[in-house]
């Protein structure tokens, strides 16, 4: 009888088991975009957020996230996810430069920073990233709402985005110029 097993077909992700086990025991690395539309002159005109409905029923704004996986570039983990959640056609303008322009801390204890996840403890790195394509949101995002500058720097905004995003934004939105 042989001993060989199956490679994995995708050996850096990981089961839901697996998952849940290294989510009580390491901090986990994520990159966040927050998508934007910009004019001729690269100045900020609009900037997409998504809708969707969180574990608990409620509806959320998000931003575009998800985790980097085992032996995945920070490139191509921000690719994917923007390609996931927005779709194939959106073309994303990748930064040439892999610098985030946040480092956010996520934490399950609330109060400890900015940024809450019940899940984990996470580190994301955040991104702003222009789009030139058609957006179509996918897997679990209902919709993607662009919004001026001013809309998504408003209260009522970053009231509806869960876990601290409604700062990251914002920060986001001064990073590049845009935050009225």
């Known amino acids: ?29 994520y990159v966040e975009a927050v998508p934007v539309r910009v004019d001729g002159m690269g100045q900020v005109t609009e ?22 996986m085992y032996g995945e570039t920070l490139r191509d983990a921000l ?13 994303p303008q990748l930064p040439i430069s892999p610098t985030p322009f946040h ?24 991104y702003v990233v222009p789009v030139t394509g ?5 897997q679990d995002a209902l919709e993607l709402t662009w919004l001026t500058p001013e809309e998504a720097a408003s209260e009522r905004v970053v009231a509806e985005m869960e876990g601290g995003r409604g700062v990251l934004l914002r920060s986001a939105l001064a990073s590049v110029g845009a935050l009225p």
């Open 79 to 91: 690719f994917r996810h923007l390609e996931k959640d927005l779709g194939p056609m959106a073309f």
């Open 1 to 29: 009888m042989s001993n060989t097993r199956t490679p994995d077909p995708n050996p850096g992700w990981l089961s839901d088991d697996e998952l849940e086990q290294i989510r009580r025991r390491l901090p986990l690395l």
């Open 134 to 138: 058609t957006c179509d949101p996918r």
């Open 103 to 126: 480092v956010a801390e996520y934490f399950p204890m609330p109060g400890v920073s900015r940024f809450h996840d019940d899940r984990q403890h996470a580190v994301s790195l955040a």
């Open 47 to 68: 900037v997409g957020v998504l809708l969707r409905v969180n574990p608990a029923g409620s509806m959320t704004r998000t931003l575009v996230s998800g985790r980097v």
